[in-house]
């Protein structure tokens, strides 16, 4: 026998002799795939409460911050560097540095940040495509407030393109989600002003002085606050939280499937419906 053969044949033998009497040789992928995800679990504690207050429950940013879940340009920077940017900010930008934060807590946010970044898991389609969609514009009643590809409602943000990179879990774990915070300009209120005209929607924009609103109608109004007599701003997300409920577990797989291949298609965006009191 050859020499390659024979330690060939050693090598085998001993991987045999450690699987038969080490039983933790044989279960250290599964263990270190526990590890994973209570690593990511434990990032997605920490980044729940230092970052998604600017960057979004999901990373997909908001006016104060970022998208850094499916932006390519984060996606292609390493751990090291995404490090960096956690523990000292990016000076001349509104990103603090979290110095506060331990090496092992600043590990556990980026492996939660490449699991919204879909890098963590592979993205095989876990339901059918078709029957998504079916949901997502009957039973599911997403378009009520979500826009894919021009069709849909307008009360959230546009889904197009938003699984092209988050993994089916992730898309999963945020349908279902109890709790929620609405991203800068999505947030609810009714207004009532010094007329006693009472309107429902969402907040665009506002400052100190001035508020833009969009109500359920889709009709857009601009006031001065002194215009107002009141503002009563609602806290929770418009998204229900009953989805464990609403849909079946292969029903959510089908749902997550179809966020991840709608992509823009510009051929297909309708033209908005011009309304009477737009801009009022």
Do not use: W
Request: proline share 3%.
């Amino acid at each position: 026998m050859s020499p390659i053969l024979k330690s060939s044949f050693c090598l085998l033998g001993a991987c045999l002799f450690l699987r038969a009497f080490n039983p933790s040789f044989s279960t250290a992928q599964q263990t270190a795939s526990a590890r994973s995800k209570i690593n990511i679990e434990a990032g997605k504690t920490t980044y729940n409460t230092s970052c998604a207050g600017c960057h979004g429950l999901d990373g997909r940013g908001s006016d104060k911050a970022a998208n850094i879940s499916g932006s390519a340009k984060v996606q292609h920077l390493s751990d090291a560097q995404l490090s960096s940017i956690i523990s000292n900010g990016v000076p001349g930008t509104g990103m603090p540095g979290f110095r506060n934060l331990s090496e092992k807590q600043t590990r556990a946010v980026i492996s939660y940040l490449r699991s919204l970044q879909g890098k963590l898991e592979g993205r095989n389609l876990t339901g059918d495509t078709g029957r998504g969609k079916q949901i997502f514009f009957g039973k599911g009643e997403c378009s009520r407030c979500h826009t894919i590809s021009g069709q849909g409602g307008f009360l959230g943000p546009d889904l197009s393109g938003y699984g092209a990179t988050v993994s089916a879990e992730a898309i999963r774990d945020e349908i279902v989600r109890s709790r929620r915070m609405p991203s800068q300009g999505y947030r609810s209120a009714v207004l009532v002003t010094s007329e006693g005209d009472r309107l429902e929607g969402v907040i665009r924009n506002e400052d100190n002085f001035s508020i833009q609103f969009q109500n359920k109608n889709g009709g857009f109004h601009f006031f001065q606050k002194s215009e107002l007599r009141s503002i009563d701003r609602i806290e929770n997300s418009l998204m229900p939280t009953d989805y464990r409920e609403r849909l079946s577990s292969a029903e959510l797989n089908d749902l997550a499937s179809y966020l991840m291949t709608a992509t823009p298609d510009a051929s297909k965006a309708a033209t908005p419906r011009k309304r009477e009191d737009d801009f009022e």
